[in-house]
């Protein structure tokens, strides 16, 4: 009688452990969206700089664009990759009709990279019934925080103005 209790005992923990083993594999068939790939916008950069844009106050978002223009101006746009990730209500900046348009695009020009999240627009677009216009010369990324967290991984300085 003992001796199957023990059996029955040791057949639950190898089906327990198998059970656990099979855990990762079943996590790994459901993986994340590939990350979005490093800015190449300036290959030699000693300085890079990440600007988080999450507000949809214009002051703010006027923040965010004087301070790309600075550094800019003060490292050249060899010198630093400048990326902004525009998520929440920050996203309304990377509009096309939106009011900081020519700003925008002109620091797209000079190499800065405007990263949208898919993910607040997929938002917007469920609440409103609509899809909104977005700048055609910004990039998409699946999550605005993860891709933050991917960019201060490869030692990208975070500001939040």
Partial sequence: MR????????????AGLLGAAMLPA???????????PLPSNA?????????QLSDADMA??????????????DFGPDNVSIVVVAYGPGVQILFAGSPERIAVDSLIAQGVEFDVCMNTI????RDTGHTPDLNPKVVPVPYGVGRIMQLVQKGYILDRP
Avoid: E, G, M
């Avoid at 079943?26 to 979005?36: D, E, F, G, V, Y």
């Avoid at 290959?43 to 600007?51: G, I, M, N, W």
């Fill in 3 to 14: 001796r199957a209790i023990k059996r029955a005992a040791l057949s639950a923990a190898f």
């Fill in 26 to 36: 079943a996590a790994l068939a459901q993986s994340p969206p590939a990350p979005t």
């Fill in 43 to 51: 290959p030699f950069a000693t300085q890079k700089l990440l600007l």
């Fill in 60 to 73: 703010k978002q006027k923040l965010v664009i004087s301070v790309a223009n600075s550094i800019l101006k």
């Fill in 122 to 125: 997929n938002t917007i677009t």
